[in-house]
């Protein structure tokens, strides 16, 4: 009985000894989760693409940067000039401005190329 014990502990010894242990697979770092890492350290230097929408007076006006129009053709005009169409856009709608103009800006920033268009709330 007594060598029986031995045989069992050397072989307990010999396995614990020789086994590796290896990480679990969801602790271990895909390549993709990497990749997006290195890309939100990365800053755009390109201005994001907002366009306002206030009511100015009686009349809705669409902002971009320092140009106002109330002209859906000249929003889309500028919005095609911008670079970075696939960090999407933004429209910032005023609280008095009726939906069919925050409809229509949306519209024509998709229009304009943009994938992702996104509404904030006036601040």
């Known amino acids: 009985m007594t060598s029986m014990i031995d045989v069992v502990f050397l072989l307990l010894i ?8 290896v990480r679990p697979e969801r602790q271990l770092l895909s390549a ?3 990749n997006e890492r290195e890309a939100a350290k990365k800053e755009s230097v390109l201005e994001p693409a907002l366009v306002d ?3 100015v007076g ?3 006006v669409f902002r971009i940067g320092a140009i106002k129009t109330d002209n859906l053709a000249d929003v889309k ?3 095609q000039g911008f ?4 960090e999407g856009a933004w429209v910032r709608v005023a609280d008095d401005v009726p939906f069919e103009y925050a409809a229509q800006a949306i519209g024509t920033c998709r229009a304009a190329g ?3 268009v996104a509404w904030l709330p006036a601040e």
């Open 58 to 60: 009686g009349d809705v």
């Open 14 to 21: 010999f396995f614990l000894v020789t086994t590796t242990f």
């Open 53 to 55: 929408v206030q009511k």
């Open 114 to 116: 943009f994938t992702a």
């Open 83 to 86: 670079e970075n169409k696939s």
């Open 32 to 34: 993709i989760q990497s």
């Open 77 to 79: 005009r500028v919005m």
